[in-house]
């Protein structure tokens, strides 16, 4: 993993401004040969539509070495995507929630 970042994002454009609609996002970069390229965006997309993940995109382009596989959790609106950089050697994975609103968690003390 390189260049790991995770964030807790308010879902504001969506709900208003209250700040209590948030979502989680998750984007990290994974280093492969070349030769893996194309297979790995297969793998990651038959694992998860295997789990019941509903593609949202699939693309891949050999003469560019390019592609993006997006998937989606029908039952709770996770997302997880495998995306080309413009590195070769450098793919991109992003997963985010749903939009959520925090509970009460009572007495923080």
């Not at 382009?61 to 596989?69: H, L, N």
């Amino acid at each position: 993993m390189i260049n790991p970042k995770t964030l807790s994002v308010s879902c504001d454009s969506l709900f208003g401004n209250s700040g209590e609609v948030r979502y989680i996002s998750g984007a990290f970069n994974i280093q492969l040969s070349l030769e893996a390229d194309a297979a790995t965006f297969r793998t990651v997309r038959d694992h998860w539509t295997g789990l019941g993940w509903k593609v949202v995109e699939d693309q891949y382009k050999q003469e560019t070495r390019s592609g993006a596989v997006s998937l989606k959790d029908p039952d709770d609106g996770t997302n997880f995507t495998l995306v080309s950089t413009n590195s070769p050697h450098l793919l991109a994975v992003l997963s985010s929630s749903a939009c959520y609103r925090e509970t009460d968690r009572g007495d923080r003390n």
